[in-house]
T-cell receptor, first 114, second 112 residues
Framework: ETGVTQTPRHLVMGMTNKKSLKCEQH?????MYWYKQSAKKPLELMFV???????ENNSVPSRFSPECPNSSHLFLHLHTLQPEDSALYLC?????????????FGQGTRLTVV | SQELEQSPQSLIVQEGKNLTINCTSS?????LYWYKQKYGEGLIFLMM?????EEKSHEKITAKLDEKKQQSSLHITASQPSHAGIYLC????????????FGTGTRLTVIP
């Protein structure tokens, strides 16, 4: 138990569906992150929210839309995904400034797009 | 952009054997993190190194950051099946202090 909870753990969705991934942290951190982990690729940073403002958006397609309503919650809204978007999506949180503090990860959501 | 390369990509060892995993950066490291991941699950933080020459230990796992600060090694002594998993090194980017990027990982299998 890392203090970062992701739901759902598994998700299967069609290419025309709309779904959302949820992440919640109980650590009092002020930064939250979305990562994508595909087979045989390094973890890819998708979005970073620091003090509830988006500070990183690494060329992620618009079919992924993040939302951070407060410092404890982070969502990733999904729509019209492609099969290549199937991956493990990991949420993390940390206390900024980043260089001095480690990030804690959730268990991930295994997403399959059919 | 800065890249992290891990070696080996996979490792199979007999229980009780020692092993070392390396992480090499293309640029100077300003914070090096080691994580462990069970297949299909989240990352568990192991330790963080910030100063060249720094060495930290947690149970039977020791990590070092070399003095030139471009390489780190993770050493496991007397490996056990519970050590099996994917080991990932991560580093913070100076250009984006909120950016934590990772190597491709080393998959460790420990045979009882």
């Amino acid at each position: 138990e890392t203090g970062v909870t992701q739901t759902p753990r598994h998700l299967v969705m069609g290419m025309t569906n709309k779904k959302s991934l949820k992440c919640e942290q109980h650590l009092g951190h002020n930064a939250m992150y979305w990562y994508k982990q595909s087979a045989k690729k390094p973890l890819e940073l998708m979005f970073v929210y620091s003090l509830e403002e988006r500070v990183e958006n690494n060329s992620v397609p618009s079919r992924f839309s993040p939302e951070c309503p407060n410092s404890s919650h982070l969502f990733l809204h999904l729509h019209t995904l492609q099969p290549e978007d199937s991956a493990l999506y990991l949420c993390a949180s940390s206390q900024v400034p980043r260089l001095e503090n480690e990030a804690f990860f959730g268990q991930g959501t295994r997403l399959t797009v059919v | 952009s800065q890249e992290l390369e891990q070696s080996p990509q996979s490792l199979i060892v007999q229980e009780g054997k020692n092993l070392t995993i390396n992480c090499t950066s293309s640029k100077t490291l300003y914070g090096l993190y080691w994580y462990k991941q069970k297949y299909g699950e989240g990352l568990i933080f192991l330790m963080m190194l910030q100063k060249g020459g720094e060495e930290k230990s947690h149970e039977k796992i020791t990590a070092k950051l070399d003095e030139k600060k471009q390489q780190s090694s993770l050493h496991i002594t007397a490996s056990q099946p519970s050590h099996a998993g994917i080991y990932l090194c991560g580093a913070a980017s100076l250009t984006g202090a909120n950016n934590l990027f990772f190597g491709t990982g080393t998959r460790l299998t420990v045979i009882p």
